[in-house]
Structures are given as C-alpha cells and as structure tokens.
C-alpha cells in the first residue's frame, strides 16, 4: 500500500475516458481557487498549479524536505486531520505514484496546489470508507535537508 502524505490510503486514481476532460463534471467550492485551465498534468491523473515563484534551490529525486500539507474534497470539506508537516525523501517509493512527480522542482518556501483526478480511496480497518471524489491540496515546502 502508498501512502499519500501520511494518509494511510490505498488509492487508484481513475484515468479520464477518451474525450473526456479530467474534472468534467465536478464542481469546485470557490474558496479553494481550483482553476483547472492552469493546471498542468504532473503524473496520470495528478495535476499542479504553481502558486508562488519557484525560486531558490530546487527539489529533486533523493533529497529530504519537509511540507506543510492542507487537503480538501472539491466541496470544500476539509479532509481528516488536513492540516499536518510531513517529512520524506523525494523518490523513496513510499507515496503515492506521481506524488514525487508533483512536487519534483518545487523551490523552497515556495506553494504549490496538487488536485488528484477522481479517485477511489479507503482506509485499511475495519470500517472501511470508498471515497470517489478530487481532492485538492495545499502545499508548501518549507526545508529541503
């Protein structure tokens, strides 16, 4: 199992139908500022939208950062515990496929917005939940090591 950022999640994220556009159909809250025009595909179905100027040195494959991370559904729903910091090394096979994709040249102190294409997600447990949603993401990266 990936994980995606400390979420303990198994995730596959849906590929768009020939024709298709990848958020066709969904409706996002306004406070999140999703503007799917400017994203750019990073990895199927993972899409970035730079927020602040990439400056300053850049992250690449092996190096250490640490991230602020803010996640949300497109309703605005915030996701469990959404708000958190996240350590690892870019590359080490532990998130999800495409993640280090997205966050791949991200300059520090620098913010980023990833939005996942429609997925299918559930904790492993007991009471397990499906969720197809998008989910959006804040990120900022604060300290590449």
Same mark, same amino acid.
């Given at each position: 199992?990936?994980?995606?950022?400390?979420?303990?999640?198994?995730?596959?994220?849906? +590929?768009?139908?020939?024709?298709?556009?990848?958020?066709?159909? @969904?409706?996002?809250?306004?406070?999140?500022? *999703?503007?799917?025009?400017?994203?750019? #595909?990073?990895?199927?179905?993972?899409? *970035?939208?730079?927020?602040?100027?990439? +400056?300053?040195?850049?992250?690449?494959?092996?190096? @250490?950062?640490?991230?602020?991370?803010?996640?949300?559904?497109?309703?605005?729903?915030?996701?469990?515990?959404?708000?958190? #910091? @996240? +350590?690892?090394?870019?590359?080490?096979? +532990?998130?999800?496929?495409?993640?280090?994709?997205?966050?791949?040249?991200?300059?520090?102190?620098?913010?980023?917005?990833?939005?996942?294409?429609?997925?299918?997600?559930?904790?492993?447990?007991?009471?397990?939940?499906?969720?197809?949603?998008? *989910?959006?993401?804040? @990120?900022?990266?604060?300290?590449?090591?």
């Amino acid at each position: 199992m990936k994980h995606l950022i400390g979420w303990a999640l198994a995730v596959t994220v849906a +590929t768009p139908l020939a024709g298709q556009q990848p958020f066709e159909g @969904v409706t996002f809250d306004p406070n999140l500022m *999703v503007a799917p025009a400017m994203l750019r #595909e990073a990895a199927p179905g993972i899409f *970035v939208r730079d927020l602040t100027p990439q +400056t300053g040195q850049r992250l690449q494959q092996g190096m @250490v950062a640490t991230f602020r991370l803010r996640a949300w559904l497109s309703d605005g729903a915030p996701m469990p515990e959404s708000s958190r #910091e @996240v +350590t690892y090394r870019l590359g080490d096979g +532990t998130m999800l496929e495409g993640w280090d994709q997205a966050l791949s040249g991200m300059a520090e102190g620098s913010q980023r917005q990833i939005v996942l294409a429609p997925l299918e997600a559930y904790e492993q447990g007991v009471n397990t939940t499906v969720l197809p949603a998008v *989910v959006v993401f804040e @990120v900022v990266l604060l300290r590449i090591s």
